[in-house]
């Protein structure tokens, strides 16, 4: 996880409660948010549930009270900025990353390759936290942080619809990485995101 995520593990359990709800589909897009039924279903006092809602909103999951339910170019606008940001944080991990640090973005691409669908998820995560901290840039990071749960939604979208070449782009651009090669890690990873945004846009073309 990002560096400055250590503050998620103090939210009260029914953050992680509704989200997870979210992230599973259980409560799909669009899906209108109400804090007692909510409290009521979860066995917690409002208070917790209208602070969940609030973070959940921070974060993207929910917009004006409703299950957010991403457009084409809700999509776009995500991902351009995250071609921007990490595209540039991963010039910078061919800079600074420790040999550390590269075995385990190694590590992050071996179980992308023979890990469950679980520890897939986490690699995946964690391929592409190490390389926004190599920033050192805290407001980039926070701006991350900031998208981390959407951005985990479009995450499970590519690794349980496996879409193609998609730890292949990884060990390429660890491979960069490694090499020192900054200009070509920063288009690797722009790369990387394009392919995930096309591969995203692509199912939600066909669900509507």
Request: net charge negative; hydrophobic share 40%; charged share 30%.
């Amino acid at each position: 996880m990002l560096r400055n995520q250590g503050s998620r593990s103090s939210h009260h359990p029914s953050y992680e409660m509704i989200r997870d709800k979210i992230l599973n589909g259980e409560l799909e897009g669009g899906t209108k948010i109400v804090e007692e039924k909510l409290a009521s279903e979860l066995g917690f006092s409002r208070t917790p549930i209208r602070d969940s809602i609030r973070r959940l909103e921070y974060e993207g999951l929910i917009v004006r009270k409703k299950v957010v339910s991403p457009t084409e170019k809700d999509l776009r606008n995500l991902f351009e900025v995250r071609m921007l940001l990490e595209g540039s944080a991963s010039k910078a991990a061919a800079t600074f990353l420790s040999d550390n640090e590269l075995e385990e973005l190694k590590e992050c691409v071996d179980i992308g390759r023979n890990g469950s669908f679980e520890e897939i998820m986490i690699a995946n995560e964690r391929f592409h936290a190490i390389i926004v901290n190599a920033s050192n840039n805290d407001v980039m990071i926070n701006i991350i942080d900031r998208m981390q749960s959407i951005i985990y939604l479009f995450r499970h979208t590519v690794v349980f619809y496996n879409r193609p070449f998609l730890i292949d782009e990884h060990e390429d651009i660890y491979n960069a990485i490694k090499e020192r090669n900054a200009e070509k890690a920063q288009a690797l990873m722009q790369e990387h995101l394009q392919k995930d945004l096309e591969f995203c846009l692509h199912l939600l073309q066909r669900r509507q």
